[in-house]
């Protein structure tokens, strides 16, 4: 894989999330009721930096969860020397009943991500609502999902693949490009 292009740097990327967050305060009127929950792995840093966007804007804290959807995927890819899935366990801080839930994730692709987020969602309450929060939205969907909140829209081909770089994993912030 060879790079092919940076797409959003350091600054591209704060400012996305820095939109992202007034249009989530904008929609919903305010946070209340309202949950980040971050699909491990980036979903989780996205959130957690949304979190600290809304609570500077807002004055006030939004909880943050982490969803770990190992278990739901059509094509578990991690597995452990036993050849079972490698689950992390998802960290939900309190019950989702009744709440407006922001699914929060790095890149929406074909959709089969959020479709097994929205099943792990649901097998641990029932929200009033969902909406999904992506840094990229790169196209190519096979599922009838759509965004309510995008960085960034990429248009890609199929040959490419996007990579998005944090600092808390990765040691930096930015979003390239690669063909394969």
């Given at each position: ?91 939900i801080p309190t ?86």
């Amino acid at each position: 894989m060879s790079q092919k292009a940076l797409v959003l740097d350091e600054q591209a990327i704060r400012r996305g999330l820095t939109r992202i967050a007034h249009e989530i305060i904008e929609k919903n009127k305010g946070i209340e009721n309202c949950i980040l929950v971050g699909i491990r792995t980036r979903g989780i840093y996205i959130a957690n930096r949304l979190a600290e966007k809304i609570s500077q804007i807002e004055g006030k804290s939004i909880p943050v969860g982490e969803l770990d959807i190992t278990l739901y995927r059509d094509d578990l890819s991690e597995k452990t020397s036993n050849q079972e899935p490698l689950v992390k366990g998802s960290d939900i801080p309190t019950s989702i009943k009744g709440l407006k839930v922001i699914l929060v994730d790095d890149v929406l692709y074909t959709g089969r991500t959020v479709r097994a987020a929205l099943d792990a969602l649901m097998d641990i309450g029932r929200p009033s609502s969902i909406q999904l929060a992506v840094l990229v939205d790169r196209g190519h969907r096979e599922l009838p999902i759509r965004a309510d909140y995008v960085g960034k829209n990429i248009p890609t081909s199929s040959s490419e693949k996007i990579v998005v770089e944090l600092a808390e994993v990765d040691g930096h912030d930015e979003v390239n490009i690669y063909e394969n």
